[in-house]
């Protein structure tokens, strides 16, 4: 099955830095990446997703890139504001298949 | 409102008294799952289902059983819950499996002693 791989583990970032949180995936065909967002003591929430036909996606401060041949996607959040910390997971599928989670990555925005 | 809704909340229970966690979604979705959340171990997959009678084991199972008699409902049984089972679990459902993304439940905190 897909193996997805999410670095850093955790991230510290002054407030209006950027931040930049990397995966990696395993299984070629893949061609749907999602992010989420947790917030502590609440549920996982969708912030962004990028399929595979596509290499780069943006949405306000928050844009995602997709290296197909390398298998990494990146998300990437400028311009960073304390209500950005929380726990970021990435996730890979195909049509047909299960979501494979990274292990999320703990981004700390420092005011 | 487009929801999964997930009960209870909170649940603290005692080794092996069987317990269920409800989950039923309005969105007409096909693929449903229930996760597990350990801290630094993410969310890992308990079992899925990608339709109404087809159900499929996750990556950690053991412990746990689920059905899927209507399209809406997922319920998660714990035939005897041991300590170890403590967790944060979450239902979550999407059009398909695969594809589109996850709406998540609101997560039932559960507690074994």
């Known amino acids: 099955g897909e193996n997805v791989e999410q670095h850093p583990s955790t991230l510290s970032v002054q407030e209006g830095d950027s931040a930049v949180i990397k995966c990696t995936y395993s299984d070629s065909a893949s061609n749907y990446f999602p992010w989420y967002k947790q917030e502590l003591g609440k549920r996982p929430q969708l912030i962004i997703d990028i399929r595979s036909n596509v290499g780069e996606k943006k949405d306000q401060r928050i844009a995602v890139t997709l290296n197909k041949t390398a298998k990494h996607f990146s998300l990437h959040i400028t311009e960073t504001q304390p209500e950005d910390s929380a726990v970021y997971f990435c996730a890979a599928s195909k049509r047909g298949n299960q979501f494979y989670f990274g292990t999320g990555t703990s981004l700390t925005v420092i005011p | 409102e487009a929801q999964v809704t997930q009960n209870p909340r909170y649940l603290i229970t005692v080794t092996g008294k069987k317990l269920t966690v409800t989950c039923s979604q309005n969105?007409?979705?096909?693929?449903m799952s229930w996760y597990r959340q350990d801290p630094g171990l993410g969310l890992r997959q308990i079992y899925y289902?990608?339709?109404?009678?087809?159900?499929d084991k996750g990556d950690v199972p053991e412990g746990y059983k689920v059905s899927r008699k209507e399209k809406r409902n997922f319920p998660l049984i714990l035939e005897s819950p041991s300590p170890n089972q403590t967790s944060l679990y979450f239902c979550?459902?999407?059009?398909?499996?695969?594809?589109?993304?996850?709406?998540f439940g609101s997560g039932t905190r559960l507690t074994v002693v």
């Open positions: 979550a459902s999407s059009l398909v499996s695969g594809g589109f993304g996850y709406t």
């Open positions: 969105m007409n979705h096909e693929y």
């Open positions: 289902s990608m339709n109404v009678e087809v159900t």
